[in-house]
């Protein structure tokens, strides 16, 4: 197998329906072209490449720069690309050939070697990372590697015959089940959501935004790539809407010389989400966002001013959302991070403090929700020899938890279907954010779970001082919206400290709450309404970043927030 010649081949035109002449703009100091070329010999398993172009004059400029940059080039068929392929790997004696574009300069070399081991490992006559719409791709748009055999691509060349099928080189070697053995490589989680290419004037500004972050240098990898899109979140922004042509779309420039213009369809308005703190139906779109390559919107409750995302449409309130996803994409890794460790055992003592400081003396048994790897449970049933149990939904975390001897359960649901005996003191830390129905939540805690004087602690991030808005926060709360929430589920606050330990100390980062069951629980609380959020958030963010500026050293602490 290693000797096998494995020629990856590069589809380039200066025709383009939406951007004419992509391939050769420049993209932080060299062509579009370059970059493809210059990422695709960085593939280990690629033993050559080539640029495939047309005989049209109007592909000359492809060729002369191919000649320039000693680049073999192979000029074929304008329209039956699969004729293309199939004479550039025949003049190249290709034994696998690899289907690579010249719009995805992002595209990355470790991805093409992927495909071509797991092509190379099963004795695939096709293997690739995605496959065109209607499948489900899970690899980023700009990624896409298609490999076959020499073999293969010789019988699609004599039996292909509909039009996608010579457009598009390789649809006869999938779209029939059993005809050849395939493989598809997945990523996990998906990334399909994502993109990394060049159709559009739009992903040009977005590829040289993203080149000038890596001083237009073209080796960095898809995980330095990931990294550096989370933190600039315009990126996938200024792309959503763009549309992606679909597998049998063909071009139909032979026949009529029109250009296709980018539509994007118009997104319907979903209806207006009813508020999970008062429930009515009277909220406004108050900030839109893409977070992590999802859509973000947080709506404003016109009646009590309540700041929330619709769960329904949250990526982030969805059944499997914690058991794999959420602390892969936060963390990169769905196991704790020493950072994440240390913060953790920060809070844990502080809040122990808190709790002596209330005068809190003993407890027997002990609940913590959303217990992530059970340092503050230990710490708890330390500190007072109490029972523990801890709730955690992400997987990884609770095995740790687990491994440390903790009795944990997978969620709350399950813990009260066990019919415990009563708690007399339930935590949520950082918890009450994430949750679609943080009242209900409350509630159920306080008549199935909490002794009648038991202690809820809890802690969520203030509106007016943390960024508050993440993909995973469907609830922004203020101290007034967070002590109404805990009023409507029938408790009374002992304690409302607003702090930023371990994060900061000049800002009230966290809303840190001591409660008890109300001896008198409402049965129809009226939510007090909060007036004027939005400009007490922006003039509360705005003061901080001031003082950020004049004060950096006790603004940002040096242990950093997930
Ligand atoms: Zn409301």
Redesign the pocket.
């Known amino acids: 197998m290693s000797q096998d010649n494995i020629i990856a081949i590069i589809q380039a035109r200066m025709g383009s329906s939406r951007l004419p002449g992509k391939v050769l703009r420049d993209l932080g100091g060299q062509s579009v072209l370059a970059r493809v070329i210059n990422r695709v010999r960085r593939a280990q398993t690629v033993t050559g490449v080539v640029v495939a172009t047309t005989t049209d004059p109007a592909d000359d400029p492809i060729a002369a720069f191919c000649q320039q940059q000693a680049v073999p080039v192979f000029r074929g068929s304008q329209f039956d690309v699969l004729d293309r392929y199939y004479q550039a790997a025949r003049e190249h004696k290709a034994d696998v050939v690899v289907r690579i574009t010249a719009d995805c300069p992002m595209i990355d070399p470790q991805e093409i070697d992927r495909v071509v081991t797991a092509f190379l490992e099963g004795e695939y006559d096709f293997a690739a990372n995605r496959l065109p719409p209607p499948a489900q791709r899970t690899s980023p748009i700009g990624m896409d590697t298609e490999v076959c055999s020499f073999a293969a691509l010789a019988q699609a060349w004599q039996n292909a015959t509909q039009p996608y099928e010579r457009e598009h080189v390789m649809p006869y070697l999938y779209d029939t089940p059993g005809r050849f053995r395939v493989k598809i490589v997945e990523t996990e989680p998906s990334l399909g959501h994502l993109r990394f290419t060049i159709d559009t004037e739009e992903d040009l500004q977005v590829a040289r935004a993203i080149y000038a972050v890596f001083d237009n240098r073209d080796d960095f990898s898809l995980a330095e790539l990931l990294e550096q899109n989370m933190r600039h979140p315009q990126w996938q922004l200024s792309l959503a809407g763009v549309r992606h042509k679909s597998l049998t779309e063909v071009d139909t420039r032979a026949k009529e010389d029109k250009t296709e213009k980018a539509t994007p369809a118009p997104q319907p308005e979903p209806a207006v989400p009813s508020?999970p703190?008062?429930g009515?139906q009277n909220a406004r779109v108050l900030h839109r966002m893409q977070s992590f390559g999802f859509p973000v919107v947080y709506y404003h409750?016109q009646?009590?001013?309540?700041v929330f995302q619709d769960a329904a449409a949250s990526r982030a309130a969805q059944p499997d959302f914690y058991a794999e996803n959420y602390r892969k994409l936060y963390q990169k890794s769905a196991a704790p991070t020493p950072k994440d460790l240390h913060q953790q055992l920060l809070r844990a003592a502080d809040q122990i403090r808190f709790l002596r400081a209330q005068g809190v003396q003993s407890l027997s048994r002990v609940l913590d929700i959303g217990a992530s790897s059970g340092l503050f449970l230990q710490a708890l049933q330390k500190e007072f020899r109490a029972e523990g149990v801890g709730v955690e939904p992400g997987n990884a975390y609770r095995a740790l938890a687990e491994a440390q001897g903790l009795h944990m359960l997978p969620s709350l649901p399950e813990l009260i279907a066990s019919r415990p005996e009563r708690f007399d003191l339930v935590s949520l830390m950082h918890v009450l954010e994430h949750l679609p129905d943080p009242v209900g939540v409350l509630h159920q805690i306080r008549t199935e779970l909490l002794t009648p004087q038991g202690w809820l602690l809890l802690e969520v991030p203030n509106f007016y001082a943390h960024n508050s808005y993440e993909l995973a926060h469907l609830s922004c709360f203020t101290p007034h919206t967070l002590q109404e929430a805990l009023s409507k589920a029938g408790y009374e606050i002992i304690s409302l400290r607003q702090h930023g330990y371990p994060r900061s100390e000049l800002f009230k980062l966290y809303l840190n709450v001591l409660a008890q069951p109300s001896a008198n629980p409402p049965a129809d609380y009226q939510?007090k309404p909060e007036h004027a959020v939005p400009l007490k958030r922006s003039l509360a963010i705005a003061w901080r970043d001031l003082r950020a500026r004049l004060d950096s050293k006790r603004s940002w602490l040096p242990v950093e927030e997930k």
Do not use: P
């Not at 009646?303 to 309540?306: I, K, L, S, T």
């Open positions: 508020c703190l008062c009515q409750c009646a009590c001013g309540f939510v």
